[in-house]
């Protein structure tokens, strides 16, 4: 998600630089959308190129395939796929709201042009993939659990900052250290979240498992931000925002807590 984000940010900071408002609201949001169905393609051809590791064949040779594995996840993974939820939410939610959405609510309060605030997501999100390696290390160091929930922890205190701190007339180094922080503290979860989403399912049920419950938790808690934000606002509690990441953070955290430890475990 983080370099896809970032691919879209430097797009829209080469479109707010080179080209002009009107053009932007007349063709230049075509381009992204031209782009991304190239990127697509690439994205295709890569996976239909790359073979199966060795590890999934043999175990696809030992256990045979399920015939419908998305009936078999429902009938004999439920616990694991809401595990994936658990795993997820907290990560979906943020996303959107703190990677996605953030520079534009920069450039809402505090004023700034909106090239600029393109380009604090790009500097951020690249920061931020530069450490995720790290994170993925430490995760397999010291396990996937204290790494996921110092995230949540770390999210959940920083929620309220990241709104009340912004002001108009914001410096771009500011606002560059206040879209910094989450990226950093999100590599958290980048870091050590699928490594252990993939962990909770054999192979034979692996992608389905994960990908069903993983996109259920996009849509309840990432594709719904917007909405419940935009609602808050309307309601005039805009300002009480940072409560319901929190609230969704503690309670992630509270569920990783409760998650087995899968660090060092055989993959089934």
């Avoid at 045979?64 to 990560?91: E, T, W």
């Avoid at 410096?171 to 590599?187: D, K, Q």
Wanted: hydrophobic share 55%; glycine share 10%; aromatic share 12%.
């Amino acid at each position: 998600m983080n370099a896809g984000t970032l691919v879209s940010f430097i797009l829209g900071f080469g479109l707010a630089t080179f080209g002009s408002e009107s053009g932007l609201a007349d063709w230049g949001w075509r381009v992204a959308f031209i782009i991304a169905a190239l990127l697509g393609l690439i994205t295709l051809w890569i996976r239909l190129s790359v073979s199966e590791t060795e590890v999934f064949k043999k175990r696809v040779a030992a256990e045979g395939v399920v015939k419908n594995p998305l009936k078999d996840v429902v009938l004999n993974h439920r616990r694991d796929a809401l595990r994936v939820i658990g795993i997820a939410m907290a990560g979906n939610l943020l996303n959107y709201v703190w990677m996605v959405n953030y520079p534009s609510y920069i450039h809402i309060v505090t004023g700034m042009q909106r090239a600029d605030t393109l380009l604090i997501g790009v500097i951020s999100v690249t920061i931020s993939l530069l450490i995720i390696p790290f994170i993925g290390k430490l995760a397999d160091r010291i396990g996937r659990k204290p790494v996921l929930i110092g995230f949540s922890v770390l999210s959940a205190a920083w929620a309220w900052p990241s709104f009340a701190l912004l002001y108009p007339g914001m410096s771009f180094a500011e606002a560059l250290v206040m879209m910094t922080i989450p990226m950093v503290i999100m590599t958290g979860f980048a870091g050590a979240a699928a490594v252990m989403m993939v962990e909770q399912f054999p192979a034979k049920v692996r992608v389905t498992g994960v990908a069903l419950p993983y996109a259920l938790s996009v849509t309840l808690f990432g594709g719904t931000a917007p909405y419940i934000i935009t609602a808050m606002n309307g309601w005039g509690y805009g300002g009480y925002t940072w409560i319901y990441l929190a609230v969704i953070c503690l309670i992630a955290a509270i569920a990783y807590s409760r998650l087995p430890e899968t660090k060092g475990q055989p993959l089934r």
